[in-house]
C-alpha cells in the first residue's frame, strides 16, 4: 500500500529554501502562496491524517446513506443537513437514503456514497470526535455521538472543492478536540440584531468546530429578551441601543427557535444577563432596581462601570430571580453566564454578596455559573466556570486570583483580550471597533497558547477558548463579518487542533484556503496582509 503523506511543514521548507524572503518562522511579512492538498487545507487541522489510495468521485449518483434498521432518527437528521450544505456547492442531487430503501435497495448501508455511522464502541472518539475514511467506493463517517458524525460532514465539506463535484482524496482523518469549550460571543446589548443574523453567524461557527456561543443579552444600552414577570425590560429597557438607534429585543419563541437552530447544529448557547453592573437599560425600565427608586435616563453612549443594582434591596433579589428563572427555563445548555465584569460602581464586599446570591439562584435553577473572572476575586461557589478576559497588561494579582480558583477546581474559559477579542482593530486603519487592549492582527488572534497562557493554570484546568464579539461599534452585518473574519477561524484552531499541528506558517496558508469559501458564502472578511490570500 503506498502512503502518500506529505506534511505541510515539509512542503514549507521547500517553499522558504527556494526563496530568499521570509527567513523567521514567525514573520508577519507576507508569505508566498503555496498550493495545498485538501488535506492540508482543513481548519482547524485535524489531529491526524494518512493520505493513501484513491479517492472518491462525487458523481450524479452519488447518495448520502444515514444507515441500517435501527439507525437513530438524528443521523438522518444530520445527513438531511449535510446533503443540504453539499447540494449547493457541487450541484448534485445527493438524497438521502437509508437501510429500509431509496435507490440502493437492502443492504444500502454497504453501498457506494457518503456513510454516516454511530459507532458506541468506537471509546477513542470521544464526545465529539470523529473518523472520515476515504476509498473509491464512498466516504464512511463514524464517530460515536451525532455530534461527532456532524462535524465529520463539516470536514467533508472542506475536502470538496469550492464549486463543483470533485473527488475526496483517498485516505483516513482520525480527529478529537484539544478543548471540550470552543466558543464564540456576541454582543447584542449595545446593538441590536436580528435573530436570523444570529443564526447566520451559527451556521459560520458549526463549520469550523465552534460548539458554543455566548450570548450577551443585557447591558446599560439595551435589554433584549422578553421576561414574562418583568415585560417592560424588553418593552422599554429594549427599546434602545449605542448611537441612539430604536434598538429591538427577541421574543421567547425567537430565543427558543435560535437555540433549537444552534442545537441541531451541535452549537450551545451560553445566555448572559450581566450583573450587578451594566444594568442601565434594566433600571430605566424598572426604577425600583435602583437604591433611590428613580429611573434612570436610557442610555445610548459607550462608557462602562457607572451603573450598579441595589445590593441591599431584597426585591433585587426577586427581581434575578425571576429574570435567571425564565431564562434557566428557556436554555437548554448547562450554562447561565452573570457576568459579574466591570462592577466599579459596587463596592467590593457590595459585590461579593450580591455574588453569593446570584450564584445560590443559578444553582436553584439547575443550572451552572459562568461569569467573567472578577468572581475569582469574590467567592465562586463549587463548579462556577470562570471566564478570563485580560490582556497583556494586566496586573500579576488578577491572573494569580484566578489560578487560585482554578487550583480550587473552576474550570476556566480564554478570553484574553489582546487575542481573542474580536473586536479589537486589526491595526490603526481598521474602520470599526476599539483599541484598549492593543491592535489584534490576524497573526496576534493565533499567537498565543491556550494550555500555558495564564501562569498557574495548566491546561488540564482550561476548559476551553472563547472569542468575543463587543458591539460598541458595530451595527451592520458586514462589519461584524470584518471584525470576526479571519481571526474567528485562528481561535477555532486553537480551540480544536492539537498544540503539535500549531504552526503560524502552516497556519496562515490554511486561512488563505478559507479565502474562496468565505468568498462563496458571501461572508465579509478583512484580507488580512500576512495572509497570503489567492
Ligand atoms: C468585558 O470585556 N467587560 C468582559
Given at each position: 500500500m503506498r502512503v502518500l503523506r506529505r506534511t505541510l511543514g515539509t512542503l514549507l521548507a521547500l517553499a522558504a529554501a527556494s526563496s530568499c524572503a521570509a527567513p523567521h518562522r514567525d514573520d508577519a511579512k507576507p508569505a508566498a502562496?503555496?498550493?495545498?492538498?485538501?488535506?492540508?487545507?482543513?481548519?482547524?487541522?485535524?489531529?491526524?491524517?494518512?493520505?493513501?489510495?484513491?479517492?472518491?468521485?462525487?458523481?450524479?449518483?452519488?447518495?448520502?446513506?444515514?444507515?441500517g434498521p435501527g439507525a437513530p432518527e438524528e443521523v438522518r437528521r444530520i445527513g438531511e443537513l449535510l446533503a443540504e450544505q453539499l447540494r449547493g456547492p457541487t450541484g448534485l442531487p445527493l438524497p438521502v437514503v437509508d437501510g429500509a430503501g431509496g435507490p440502493g435497495g437492502p443492504g444500502v448501508e454497504d453501498g457506494d456514497g457518503v456513510r454516516l455511522r454511530l459507532d458506541g464502541g468506537a471509546a477513542e472518539l470521544g464526545e465529539e470526535g470523529y473518523r472520515l475514511r476515504t476509498t473509491p467506493t464512498g466516504v464512511t463517517l463514524t464517530a460515536r455521538t451525532p455530534a461527532g458524525l456532524f462535524h465529520a460532514g463539516q470536514t467533508l465539506r472542506q475536502l470538496l472543492p469550492v464549486r463543483g463535484a470533485g473527488t475526496v482524496p483517498g485516505g483516513t482523518v482520525t480527529d478529537t478536540p484539544r478543548f471540550a469549550y470552543r466558543g464564540a460571543m456576541i454582543d447584542v446589548a449595545r446593538h441590536h440584531f436580528p435573530v436570523e443574523q444570529v443564526k447566520r453567524y451559527v451556521d459560520q461557527l458549526a463549520q469550523y468546530k465552534i460548539n458554543t456561543l455566548h450570548v450577551h443579552l443585557t447591558d446599560d444600552q439595551g435589554w433584549r429578551i422578553a421576561v414574562d414577570s418583568w415585560p417592560r425590560l424588553a418593552e422599554y429597557g429594549g427599546a434602545s441601543e449605542v448611537g441612539g438607534g430604536p434598538g429591538g429585543s427577541w421574543s421567547k419563541?425567537?430565543?427558543?427557535?435560535?437555540?433549537?437552530?444552534?442545537?441541531?447544529?451541535?452549537?450551545?448557547?451560553?445566555?448572559?444577563?450581566?450583573?450587578?453592573?451594566?444594568?442601565?437599560?434594566?433600571?430605566?425600565?424598572?426604577?425600583?432596581?435602583?437604591?433611590?427608586?428613580?429611573?434612570?435616563?436610557?442610555?445610548?453612549?459607550?462608557?462602562?462601570?457607572?451603573?450598579?443594582?441595589?445590593?441591599?434591596?431584597?426585591?433585587?433579589?426577586?427581581?434575578?430571580?425571576?429574570?435567571?428563572?425564565?431564562?434557566?427555563?428557556?436554555?437548554?445548555?448547562?450554562?447561565?453566564?452573570?457576568?459579574?465584569?466591570?462592577?466599579?460602581?459596587?463596592?467590593?464586599?457590595?459585590?461579593?454578596?450580591?455574588?453569593?446570591?446570584?450564584?445560590?439562584?443559578?444553582?436553584?435553577?439547575?443550572?451552572?455559573?459562568?461569569?467573567?473572572?472578577?468572581?475569582?476575586?469574590?467567592?465562586?461557589?463549587?463548579?462556577?466556570v470562570l471566564q478570563y478576559w485580560g490582556h497583556d497588561r494586566t496586573p500579576a494579582a488578577e491572573k494569580a486570583a484566578v489560578a487560585a480558583a482554578a487550583r480550587a477546581g473552576h474550570p476556566v474559559v480564554l478570553s484574553p483580550a489582546d487575542h481573542a477579542y474580536l473586536d479589537m482593530k486589526y491595526d490603526k486603519q481598521t474602520r470599526p471597533g476599539l483599541a484598549w487592549a492593543g491592535y489584534v492582527p490576524a497573526q496576534r488572534a493565533y499567537a498565543w497558547n491556550p494550555g500555558s497562557y495564564l501562569p498557574d493554570v495548566p491546561e488540564s484546568a482550561v476548559l476551553g477558548v472563547e472569542a468575543p464579539l463587543w458591539t460598541e461599534t458595530i451595527s451592520t452585518r458586514s462589519d461584524w463579518e470584518l471584525m470576526a473574519f479571519p481571526r474567528l477561524l485562528s481561535l477555532a484552531e486553537l480551540a480544536w487542533s492539537p498544540s503539535t499541528a500549531l504552526d503560524w506558517p502552516a497556519h496562515r496558508q490554511r486561512l488563505a484556503a478559507q479565502g474562496p469559501r468565505l468568498d462563496a458564502q458571501d461572508i465579509t472578511y478583512y484580507r488580512a496582509p500576512e495572509v497570503p490570500w489567492p
Open positions: 502562496s503555496v498550493v495545498l492538498t485538501p488535506y492540508e487545507r482543513l481548519l482547524p487541522a485535524p489531529a491526524s491524517v494518512r493520505a493513501e489510495g484513491p479517492g472518491y468521485a462525487f458523481g450524479a449518483g452519488t447518495v448520502i446513506r444515514t444507515g419563541d425567537e430565543y427558543r427557535d435560535l437555540a433549537a437552530y444552534a442545537a441541531d447544529r451541535y452549537v450551545t448557547l451560553v445566555p448572559e444577563i450581566d450583573m450587578p453592573g451594566h444594568v442601565n437599560a434594566a433600571q430605566a425600565a424598572y426604577g425600583e432596581l435602583t437604591c433611590d427608586g428613580k429611573a434612570p435616563a436610557r442610555y445610548t453612549g459607550i462608557k462602562v462601570g457607572f451603573s450598579s443594582l441595589c445590593v441591599s434591596k431584597e426585591r433585587t433579589y426577586e427581581f434575578i430571580d425571576d429574570v435567571l428563572g425564565e431564562l434557566a427555563a428557556l436554555t437548554p445548555g448547562p450554562y447561565l453566564h452573570i457576568g459579574g465584569d466591570e462592577a466599579h460602581s459596587t463596592p467590593a464586599a457590595d459585590y461579593a454578596r450580591f455574588m453569593d446570591r446570584a450564584q445560590a439562584v443559578v444553582a436553584r435553577h439547575g443550572k451552572t455559573v459562568m461569569a467573567w473572572h472578577q468572581l475569582a476575586s469574590a467567592r465562586p461557589a463549587p463548579g462556577a
